[in-house]
Nanobody, 113 residues
C-alpha cells in the first residue's frame, strides 16, 4: 500500500522559515517524479515545486529563490525548504507522486504574526 506522509508544518511568523517532509512508502521511490502542492482556503490546489527522478527541479514563479525542493532517495523522503514566508502562503501543503498521482494527507502551514 502506497503512503505519503507529510510533516513539518506549523505556525510561523512572516519572513520565517519552515521545512516540510514527505515520507514515502513507495517501492521504487527513486523513479517517481515528486511534487509539492498547496491549497489555500477557497482556492484551487496549485503546484509549488517539483523534482524529477533525475533531480531536475521546477518552481512556481512566486516561490523561486525562496523555496527549495530536494529528495533523499536512500530514505524515500521528499523535502521542501521554505524561506521568507508570507501570510498569503498559508495553506495545506501536499506531497504528490507522479505519474500514479498518489497524494498525502497534507500538512498545514500558517504564516501569521
Amino acid at each position: 500500500q502506497v503512503q505519503l506522509v507529510e510533516s513539518g508544518g506549523g505556525l510561523v511568523q512572516p519572513g520565517g522559515s519552515l521545512r516540510l517532509y514527505c515520507a514515502a512508502s513507495i517501492i521504487f521511490f527513486s523513479i517517481y517524479n515528486m511534487g509539492w502542492y498547496r491549497q489555500a482556503p477557497g482556492k484551487q490546489r496549485e503546484l509549488v515545486a517539483s523534482i524529477t527522478s533525475s533531480g531536475n527541479t521546477n518552481y512556481a514563479d512566486s516561490v523561486k529563490d525562496r523555496f527549495t525542493i530536494t529528495r533523499d532517495k536512500a530514505k524515500n523522503t521528499l523535502f521542501l525548504q521554505m524561506n521568507s514566508l508570507n501570510p498569503e502562503e498559508t495553506a495545506v501543503y501536499y506531497c504528490n507522486a507522479a505519474p500514479d498521482n498518489y497524494w498525502g494527507q497534507g500538512s498545514q502551514v500558517t504564516v501569521s504574526s
